[in-house]
């Protein structure tokens, strides 16, 4: 049972990260015996993988028709950062009022050891490490491991335009420091327990990010479809 466990887990893990990765094209028919194929593995865990991830929000499920990756759409972009800013300034808040002086200290020196790296050289998958690493401390800090699964999973959804966006930020900001300083701001609020002004600075953070989200999504379409040459 565990072997069986570990495969399922395996496949789902490698599938979750085609999807997040638009490996499939957007609302795109998956195709379950090529799947099979390339994972070396049934169709019986395939199957269960693909409706994991249907629950969490990569793919979706036609009745007769089969599995489907999910859709590309500013509409759909803009309800998952929504769902962002919902989560985070939710969690800033809670990290207010429960955080401990320590553990907000521990997360304040954790920024300023990698402050340095944050800088237009940087790999773009790099900084996002950075970033999402700095988010999920925050939001750890909220004692709600709940929040803290939701915005793991929305992190996943939006991963692929946020390297776009990213990409595109390094050119606009020479000295790749806009984001650091946004969090250090964040940082200093909660380290006062000012639980508004963190969530002002939180919401202004993401919701910045938010409005180049029309254009990643024109990018992510021209880099998905890029013809066969």
């Known amino acids: 049972?565990?072997?069986?466990?570990?495969?399922?887990?395996?496949?789902?893990?490698?599938?979750?990260?085609?999807?997040?990765?638009?490996?499939?094209?957007?609302?795109?028919?998956i195709n379950e015996s090529a799947l099979a194929a390339q994972l070396n593995a049934?169709?019986?865990?395939?199957?269960?993988?693909?409706?994991?991830?249907?629950?969490?929000?990569?793919?979706?499920?036609?009745?007769?028709?089969?599995?489907?990756?999910?859709?590309?759409?500013?509409?759909r972009?803009?309800?998952?950062?929504?769902?962002?800013?919902?989560?985070?300034?939710?969690?800033?808040?809670?990290?207010?009022?429960?955080?401990?002086?320590?553990?907000?200290?521990?997360?304040?020196?954790?920024?300023?050891?990698?402050?340095?790296?944050?800088?237009?050289?940087?790999?773009?998958?790099?900084?996002?490490?950075l970033d999402e690493?700095?988010?999920?401390?925050?939001?750890?800090?909220?004692?709600?491991?709940?929040l803290c699964r939701m915005l793991d999973n929305l992190n996943d959804r939006i991963r692929y335009l946020r390297l776009i966006d990213l990409r595109r930020l390094r050119e606009t900001a020479p000295d790749g420091q806009s984001m650091v300083s946004?969090?250090?701001r964040i940082v200093d609020a909660v380290s006062r327990h000012d639980a508004e002004e963190a969530t002002a600075q939180m919401r202004s953070h993401i919701e910045r990010r938010r409005e180049g989200a029309t254009q990643a999504v024109r990018d992510a379409f021209a880099q998905l479809y890029v013809p066969d040459l």
């Open 42 to 75: 049934s169709r019986t865990p395939i199957r269960e993988a693909l409706n994991r991830l249907v629950a969490e929000g990569f793919l979706t499920f036609h009745s007769g028709r089969g599995f489907f990756c999910r859709s590309l759409s500013p509409e």
């Open 77 to 129: 972009v803009m309800d998952l950062y929504e769902a962002r800013v919902a989560v985070e300034t939710e969690a800033v808040r809670l990290a207010c009022e429960r955080g401990s002086d320590e553990a907000i200290a521990a997360l304040a020196r954790t920024l300023e050891a990698v402050a340095p790296d944050y800088i237009p050289a940087a790999d773009a998958e790099a900084l996002l490490a």
């Open 182 to 184: 946004a969090h250090r």
């Open 133 to 146: 690493a700095y988010h999920t401390q925050l939001c750890q800090l909220s004692g709600n491991a709940e």
């Open 1 to 29: 049972m565990a072997k069986s466990e570990s495969n399922v887990d395996r496949i789902y893990q490698a599938l979750r990260r085609m999807a997040a990765d638009f490996a499939f094209k957007p609302d795109a028919r």
